[in-house]
């Protein structure tokens, strides 16, 4: 079977039907494809519909993959306001510095926080709609946007950077996500 592109992806997808995804969903362990046009027309709809979705959720970040759609693409808005939106497609970290563990949370795994260790500042390479490339340096809450974005796109979720203490209290949480998947997905 052939392997989908990052575009067949994103324009198989209808974005009015998408919708957050949770743990244990196996596309969010997924490693992500490269979206080898970020021009397509099917990508801004995909992106509107991400900020639609982030911003509902009252969240400051959105992976692609958290949707279902597995590509190399995620948004932000580090302050949770509509007019300060980033975009960021095929994303790479190019360098980190400073180091600071804080409470973390996720859209896909709702009510869950723990204390996880992040840069203090991540400066990113990405591409926007227009395909063009560009770098971003961002500090504090931004940097751990950038960072913990970037992870979903690796397939990395939070569950894998909790400590044992963290994994034992939310051990219940967990668990509910887990029954709730098979209950929507058996």
């Known amino acids: 079977m052939e392997r989908m592109t990052g575009n067949e992806k994103i324009s198989s997808a209808d974005p009015a039907s998408l919708r957050m995804i949770y743990y244990p969903d196996p596309r969010l362990k997924e490693v992500c494809s490269q979206v080898p046009d970020p021009a397509d027309p099917a990508v801004q709809d995909l992106v509107e519909r991400m900020f639609a979705l982030m911003f509902k959720a009252r969240g400051v970040g959105l992976a692609a993959p958290q949707v279902g759609v597995t590509v190399r693409l995620f948004v932000a808005s580090p302050t949770a306001e509509p007019d300060n939106r980033?975009?960021?497609?095929?994303?790479?970290?190019?360098?980190?510095?400073?180091?600071?563990?804080?409470?973390e949370g996720c859209l896909s795994f709702p009510g869950i926080f723990c204390k996880v260790k992040r840069h203090e500042a991540v400066t990113i390479r990405a591409q926007g709609l227009d395909g063009e490339w560009f770098e971003q340096t961002g500090r504090d809450l931004h940097a751990r946007?950038?960072?913990?974005?970037?992870?979903?796109?690796?397939?990395?979720?939070?569950?894998?950077?909790?400590?044992s203490v963290a994994r034992l209290s939310n051990r219940k949480a967990l668990q509910a996500l887990q029954e709730r998947y098979a209950e929507v997905s058996g």
Do not use: C, F, K, Q
């Open 86 to 103: 980033h975009l960021y497609i095929n994303p790479e970290i190019v360098s980190a510095e400073g180091a600071r563990e804080d409470d």
């Open 145 to 163: 946007i950038l960072e913990h974005e970037t992870d979903h796109l690796d397939g990395r979720l939070l569950v894998d950077r909790m400590g």
